[in-house]
């Protein structure tokens, strides 16, 4: 049985493809100090993966971490962000990016987002 049962995870584990990694390295000392250090595990993990989410439980801080996620790829690329989310998160995310000390802008068009870009 432990045979069967070891050819079948060996089977499984042959299957596992891990994605390349696409991300670049940061130091914790470049994340927002106001982040709680499990959000800046997170943070770090998340931009030196690149493609990689944020998906923690309630009450973590995944707004915080988001937004920080956003800000550092922006000053890594010199190019903005563009987040989307639902509406009802938007005060949320005005409330965190306050505190992070980041402006944010709502936008309901291409049309609003362009005029942001090309300020």
Known sequence: MTNSLDKYYSFLE???KLADSSGFEISQDDINPICKPHQKD?????????????FL???LGKTV???E?????????EMPSLMGLPLGA??????DAHMLGLNVHYVKSHDEM??????
């Open 65 to 67: 971490i988001n937004l």
């Open 114 to 119: 362009m005029k942001l870009y090309l300020k």
């Open 14 to 16: 042959s299957k596992i």
């Open 90 to 95: 938007r005060l949320e995310f005005f409330k």
């Open 69 to 77: 996620i956003a800000r550092l790829i922006s000053k890594h690329t």
């Open 57 to 59: 439980k309630f009450s």
């Open 42 to 54: 997170v943070i770090q993990w998340c931009i030196a993966g690149g493609r990689r989410g944020a």
